[in-house]
């Protein structure tokens, strides 16, 4: 159980966005994943607030596109891709608290859909202490977030103002063939 080859080869769309350049093979416990060429993915979907915690790309680059894979494509049950995801973390070695903290934020983003008991009461038990963790340097971040932002809207303010000239722009040039 494990992915064939290296990394993965992807070329950036735009600033979220990443295209998968060549297949990508997984070898699960009873099937075989193949992520194919020209796959869309955004990586780990990590709230900007979160970034400091857990980056959108690093070792588990390669589960988080399989996650984003077998979700689009209803290879398997949205409980199964998520339980496939936390094992390829633990393939990666990711530490475990965050790796139940991701696999318990995507079991939320998918409104536990397919969850049984056990797994509710999982995500209950790692996602109150997570937000209990949480809470304080999130709050802080968003804060300071925030604050760049209106730094940086008073700053492009300033900028548009003082590129103000009274000659009229310049006229585009038409080219023809």
Known sequence: MAFVGSGPVVEEL???FWRVVEPLVYHGATEEFVIPAGFRTDFASVPRALVWLVPRYGIYTRAA?????LRSSNAVSTADADGIFRRCLREFRVSIPRRYMMWAAVRLGSRLRGANLGDIALVVLIAIPSFGFLAIPVTVVTVFL???WFVELVFWGFGRLSRRTAAPPPKPQMKTA
């Open 14 to 16: 735009d600033a979220q």
């Open 65 to 69: 596109i399989l996650h984003d894979y």
């Open 146 to 148: 925030l604050l760049f």
